[in-house]
């Protein structure tokens, strides 16, 4: 994996979009850590198998070593560097980039960086300029990555407010027992709990929490539904809730793994009546 399985459940707890970033360059035992990491292939294959490109690209005030200048529109101030998505658009890909960007993400954290999702705050055309890109695919996100700036911008208390980052739904708004028609409680989910939780803190665009849950009764099997937002990125040409669905499955698997808790993606989509048409089924965890 490349960080410490060991701690993971509270990396994901720590981690937070960061902003604003102090000007100093990252460290080379960092950056040896973080090309080792890239260029191992396995953390890249998520879990329907298929291999995201995942690139590291160096700038000084916002601008390349090829003397591309990146447009964040304003939103990050000092990044040292960006880390650089490159996907297929169609469901799984979107949701196993997610997945293997979200690990990504985790690891840094773990190396105490500091790194914030971005979707639809960057330009990509300046983005494309850098990297090289095939035919079929395009930039689903970037982050930038440095050391998070201990006194950050009023910008960034504002938007943090704006998007309600820190107003996470209760586990009854996202997680169901065996039906849509029974929400799910702490109390009754069992092992599961920590995993399920993790799935609760992680972060999502706009913070919508697209994931919702179903547990079946006998605590072996959980379904994994989006509940899309009608026209949410559409102007963008991708669903970028189908990222959060990779991020979900991400923070979900990793705390099983560090709790031994053993079980594999599958799917098999269960004869569960859904609520409404925006709710459409995606895998399904099962216990080994």
Known sequence: MGFQQSVIIETMKKRQSVRTYDTRNISETHLQKIEKYMTDEKPFIGPFGLQGNIQLVHVTNNVTDKGIKLGTYGFIKNPRAYIVGVSENNKYALVDFGYTFHRLVLFLTDLELGTCWMGGTFNRNSFEKEISISDGHFIPCVTPIGYRKEKQRMFDKALRYVVKADNKKVWEKLFYDASFEEPLTKEHAGDLETPIE????????????????????????????????????????????????????????????????????????????IPNENIEYIVSWRRK
């Open 198 to 273: 993790m799935v609760r803190i992680g972060p999502s665009a706009s913070n919508k929490q697209p994931w919702r849950l179903v547990l079946t009764e006998d605590r072996n099997t959980c379904h994994f539904y989006i509940e899309h937002t009608p026209n949410y990125s559409s102007k963008l040409g991708y669903d970028m809730q189908l990222l959060d669905m990779g991020i979900a499955m991400c923070q979900f698997e990793l705390a099983c793994t560090e709790l031994d808790i053993d079980g594999e993606w599958q799917v098999e989509e269960p004869a569960i009546q």
